[in-house]
């Protein structure tokens, strides 16, 4: 009976993540209603709560309510940290962690964001090449690039993928994911040809794992816009980011920050095209989209801000 128990939550976990990867928000959330449900049922404890919680903030990120996901998991980690105490347990208080430190980078709340991963890194680093270890790392390098540290970043994106190949090989979707994010910050870095190495490999590796509507190839085609439009391929870029946007807004929706992050790249080529009418549009668009979702200071948000009065 216990084995049963245990396997009905392990399906619903899994059911939901299946279901963020799909970006299918509405029925992920229906799931984790009934993973609540049956944890209090079947008399599971804490720790059964806390997965079900974390995922529920993984939805709050995923449709781009980042201050409510924020607050869910500040809730989790005070939680989790006083079971800690007890226990002398703290992966569950790193992988939370690890978890806001993301929502906060993606907000634009970079001093939080770096509070978190100092947490979390702190446990995984002693845990040796795990996979954990593996996203702290991406995800600390991302950060020191929004701080102007850019090479850092790179050296310690490649430190990750290093990782991430020797757990899955080269061929693993992780590791595509790992090689678009280090494309960002090669190309942030000024090495463009480096970065664009970096997005045809992770490309063809996510078009052959989930095909070509998928969120993951949207990121590498708005990094292959990106290069583009630096080096003055204005049609291939438009183009480019077109298709981005149109992905994006099939699984998130066309006023999801991350979309709008996109729409703002296509405004700002726009402008540089000399079509200011259709850029203004697009970042009316992104400013009215990033209000109150994202902090004030956002990157995008003051830069289409800027743009606009120009």
């Not at 059911?15 to 229906?30: F, S």
């Not at 980042?66 to 208080?93: C, E, F, G, P």
């Amino acid at each position: 009976m216990v084995d049963a128990v245990d396997d009905r939550h392990g399906r619903h976990l899994r059911m939901v993540e299946q279901l963020l990867e799909g970006a299918d928000w509405d029925t992920a959330t229906r799931v984790i209603g009934c993973a609540r449900e049956s944890c209090v049922r079947d008399g599971h404890g804490a720790d059964c709560a806390c997965e079900i919680e974390v995922l529920a903030a993984r939805v709050q990120f995923g449709k781009g309510e980042y201050k409510a996901a924020k607050d869910r998991l500040t809730a989790l980690m005070a939680s989790a940290r006083v079971r800690a105490a007890a226990s002398a347990d703290d992966i569950t208080v790193a992988l939370i962690a690890n978890e806001l430190g993301v929502v906060c980078k993606t907000a634009g709340w970079l001093d939080d964001a770096h509070r978190y991963y100092t947490v979390a890194s702190a446990v995984f680093r002693r845990n040796g090449q795990t996979d954990e270890w593996a996203s702290v790392l991406h995800n600390l390098a991302a950060l020191r690039s929004l701080q102007g540290r850019p090479l850092d970043g790179v050296e310690l994106a490649r430190e990750g993928i290093r990782v991430r190949i020797g757990l899955h090989g080269p061929a693993s979707v992780l590791v595509a994911s790992d090689r678009s994010n280090l494309a960002g910050l090669l190309h942030r870095a000024g090495l463009v040809d480096e970065a664009a190495a970096e997005l045809a490999m992770a490309l063809d590796l996510f078009e052959s794992a989930y095909g070509r509507l998928h969120l993951d190839v949207a990121v590498c085609l708005s990094g292959l816009a990106s290069l583009a439009a630096d080096q003055g391929e204005y049609e291939d870029a438009e183009m480019l980011y077109r298709e981005s946007i149109e992905i994006k807004s099939v699984n998130n929706g066309a006023r999801h920050p991350e979309t709008l992050v996109t729409r703002y790249n296509l405004g700002k080529l726009l402008a540089e095209s000399g079509r200011p009418a259709e850029a203004a549009d697009e970042l009316r668009d992104v400013v009215s989209g990033l209000e109150g979702v994202v902090s004030d200071d956002h990157i995008v948000l003051v830069r289409a801000r800027r743009l606009l009065s120009d």
